[in-house]
């Protein structure tokens, strides 16, 4: 379902979120994590979010989890015992922590270009240099992390960061043209 135009998500602990709600952040997990676990029954997806009493995000008609409730709960799935082996084997879970905070961190310095773009001159270089690069984001990484993190990838109530990068190379050439870079004047 999508969500209103702007919702703002309420955050519910476990133990006072609906039956109907808790249901709707499972289905959230096992629409996010299809490929990692397809064997598993929906009892055992049932049984680890039980065990995991993950809080609860609800955004208008949208129900789900916290990216790192996701990525505890997809821990506890991969330590079942009844998760036999893959072939070719699944990344480790820190491996996949570690592409969605690359991810994480490649959408906040989008959402920084525009900040920097008020005034361009008011950054080092290093700081100006870091969140470019960051936001320019890097293909193996995008890569990896899509092989980690399948389903919906952004949170509701959230641009999605897909039209920010597809400008992502343009705004960085503007910015520089503003610094007064060699070779963008």
């Known amino acids: ?6 919702p703002t998500p309420v955050c519910i602990p476990y133990a006072q979120a609906t039956p109907h709600q808790i249901c709707l952040a ?4 096992m ?9 598993l029954s929906f009892g055992i997806w049932a049984d680890m979010l039980l065990q995991l ?13 916290g990216d790192e409730d996701l990525q505890h709960l997809t821990q506890r799935l991969v330590a079942s015992p009844e998760l036999s082996e893959f072939d070719p084997p699944i990344y480790l879970a820190r491996a996949g922590y570690l592409f ?38 890097n293909s193996v990484a995008d890569e ?3 092989a980690t993190h399948r389903g919906p990838q952004g949170r509701p109530g959230r641009a999605d960061p897909a039209l920010a990068r597809a400008t992502v190379h343009e705004q960085v050439r503007e910015l520089r043209r503003a610094r007064g870079e060699m070779g963008y004047q």
């Open 1 to 6: 379902m999508t969500p209103p135009a702007d």
């Open 26 to 29: 499972l289905a959230y997990a």
């Open 31 to 39: 629409a996010a994590l299809p490929e990692h676990f397809p064997m």
């Open 53 to 65: 009493k993950p809080d609860v995000w609800v955004a208008g008609d949208a129900v789900y989890l």
């Open 100 to 137: 969605k905070r690359f991810a994480n961190y490649e959408d906040e310095a989008l959402e920084a270009l525009p900040d920097i773009a008020t005034n361009p001159l008011a950054y080092s270089n290093r700081v100006f240099t870091l969140v470019t690069n960051l936001a320019l984001g």
């Open 144 to 146: 990896l992390f899509h």
